[in-house]
Nanobody, 117 residues
């Protein structure tokens, strides 16, 4: 069963959103997880990653200082807090296990984030 993303919306430049990702099954808490995004006409890119347990995080340079990834293993849920949004953040956002994890590759519908200027 692929993850289920939610929380996307239309927001103005400088606004904030919090995305959620719910993962079914028992492997979530032992998996490194990632957020990805795909803008129109572009390839899907890795935006942020979080280790098993949440002790380590990484971000693509374009979102550093603006986005925060977190996880709640008790709820099988991962979050992406997005602040100071820019038009270039407009994309469909997806979550998935990290590429080296066994569950990687089963993609959900994603959630649309649109930042208007």
């Amino acid at each position: 069963v692929p993850p289920v993303e939610s929380g996307g919306a239309l927001v103005q430049v400088g606004g904030s959103l919090r995305l959620s990702c719910v993962v079914s099954g028992s492997t979530f808490r032992i998996s490194a997880m990632s957020w990805y995004r795909q803008a129109p006409g572009k390839q899907r890119e890795l935006v942020a990653a979080i280790s098993e347990g949440g002790g380590a995080t990484n971000y693509v340079d374009s979102v550093k200082g603006r986005f925060t990834i977190s996880r709640d293993d008790a709820k099988n849920t991962m979050y992406l807090q997005m602040d100071s949004l820019k038009p270039e953040d407009t994309a469909v956002y997806y979550c998935n296990p990290a590429p080296h994890e066994p569950g990687f590759g089963s993609w959900g519908q994603g959630t649309q984030v649109t930042v208007s200027s």
